[in-house]
């Protein structure tokens, strides 16, 4: 890994170092933890329910499998609203500067012509930014926003099955350090991703759709001359790779390959993965020959969407990838765990005073009701560039880039496409928008107070 990230990973971690240890929590041997929430899964999803439910003082443990924070390749871009969303809930506080950036363009280049290109601030002058941030270092600040008095974060965790009572679901059991443990909740929340385990369990089955491509990422240090200013894609008929800029001076790039087809990839060797990408952004041949020296440098993600019609059982709710799998296109993913735990930790409160869980339930029935309009809007975006990605030949090449110079040349199609991806939060009646600043207005109350 390039030694400029590891020194930006590391102050984050020595500055939130006190407040992650405060947030951590070593369960004694044969302890039955009892909370109101049980969240499964601490990636983005799961510690954004866990950071806003302790801000509206509910009692929350959350069970993460992994012992830290630390994980290669998962989604670094964070889109507008969420940006919007994680600065209320004091997420950005906890960042350093130089732990994050902002992007301010797109750029898309077909056979080695550009074909559109944009910058956001024509889209919400004055509005956040899409912003750059390494997955672990934003988990991290999460947790440090917290408040600790509230919120329990269970490391090294492994959930084994649900636990049951009269036929709703009130738990887990969980393996930790060869140990079985308990956690009793009034509900448990299903935030274990894409691969995740506990909504099977809680038999809500997902329909999964792969893709026509699957993603080999690598990560680079960008040179001088590289715009890292914007998003970037360059593509000749079928080919393509996703060029975007991170900190402190690297470039992630996504080149597409067949579904399934890392063996293949390998079997032809290292120097035609560095000529495939040579060929389609000429500007990092030399950088990625140089730098990509073992398939140990290279990553792969299985590219498919899932659909849940189902998001909750009495006593269970999924959230994030765990109910709704996006593609990477647009960081839309991410994105929208972000909101779904947001809008989850507003309904929930309320729900809990009651002492019946009916209303526990019908706030989890809730959740999909608000927010499975705005996934279903992304994936249909995502599908229709999943379609221009997989073009090719004359016509279907001539025609994906008569489109993108349309919308190019359009400033309405730019705000009507992005904008309502980017920006849903501007709209004055969005409901999530109404959710976030409940949660900014308690917090601030909350930090007024100290």
């Not at 019908?362 to 996934?375: G, K």
Request: aromatic share 4%; glycine share 8%.
């Amino acid at each position: 890994m390039n030694s400029s990230l590891v020194t930006v990973e590391k102050d984050i971690r020595t500055r939130n170092q006190g407040a992650a240890i405060v947030g951590e929590y070593n369960p004694n041997e044969g302890e039955t933890i009892v909370t109101d929430v049980l969240v499964v899964g601490g990636g983005p999803a799961g510690m954004v329910l866990g950071l806003a439910l302790s801000i509206n003082g509910v009692d929350v443990t959350v069970l993460e499998s992994s012992a830290t924070s630390s994980r290669s390749f998962r989604g670094e871009s964070i889109s507008p609203d969420s940006v919007f969303t994680l600065r209320s809930l004091g997420v950005f506080d906890q960042l350093p500067a130089a732990s994050h950036m902002s992007v301010d363009g797109l750029r898309i280049v077909d056979s080695g012509n550009p074909v559109l290109s944009l910058r956001f601030e024509e889209l919400r002058a004055d509005s956040e930014l899409p912003t750059e941030v390494p997955q672990d270092v934003l988990l991290d600040a999460m947790v440090a926003a917290a408040d600790h008095n509230r919120l329990r974060l269970v490391r090294s965790a492994t959930v084994s099955e649900l636990v049951r009572t009269a036929g709703r679901i009130s738990g887990v059991r969980y393996r930790r350090d060869g140990a079985i443990h308990e956690v009793r909740s009034r509900v448990v929340v299903a935030a274990d991703g894409r691969y995740g385990t506990t909504a099977a369990m809680a038999s809500l089955p997902s329909r999964r759709k792969p893709m026509q491509r699957d993603f080999l990422w690598v990560k680079v240090t960008a040179p001088d001359t590289w715009d890292r200013s914007c998003y970037q894609v360059h593509m000749k008929a079928d080919s393509h790779v996703m060029c975007i800029p991170t900190v402190p001076d690297l470039v992630r790039l996504g080149v597409n390959i067949p579904p399934g087809g890392l063996r293949e990839i390998r079997a032809s060797g290292l120097s035609a993965l560095h000529a495939k990408i040579g060929k389609l952004v000429p500007e990092l041949a030399d950088t990625v020959a140089e730098q990509v020296g073992s398939w140990r440098d290279t990553s792969v993600l299985d590219i498919f969407t899932s659909y849940t019609p189902r998001w909750s059982t009495p006593g269970l709710v999924a959230i994030g990838d765990a109910a709704h799998t996006l593609s990477p296109v647009l960081a839309q993913g991410v994105n929208h765990a972000i909101l779904d735990g947001v809008v989850l930790a507003d309904l929930l409160p309320a729900a809990l005073t009651h002492p019946t869980d009916i209303s526990v339930d019908d706030a989890c029935r809730r959740l999909q009701e608000i927010r499975e309009p705005s996934v279903e809007i992304a994936r249909s975006l995502q599908m229709r560039q999943e379609m221009a990605f997989a073009q090719r030949g004359v016509v279907g090449e001539f025609g994906r880039r008569s489109i993108y110079r349309a919308i190019g040349n359009s400033a309405f199609l730019k705000k009507r496409i992005w904008g309502s991806i980017y920006y849903s939060l501007l709209n004055s009646d969005n409901v999530t928008r109404h959710a976030v600043d409940r949660l900014a207005a308690r917090r601030a109350g909350e930090t007024s107070s100290v």
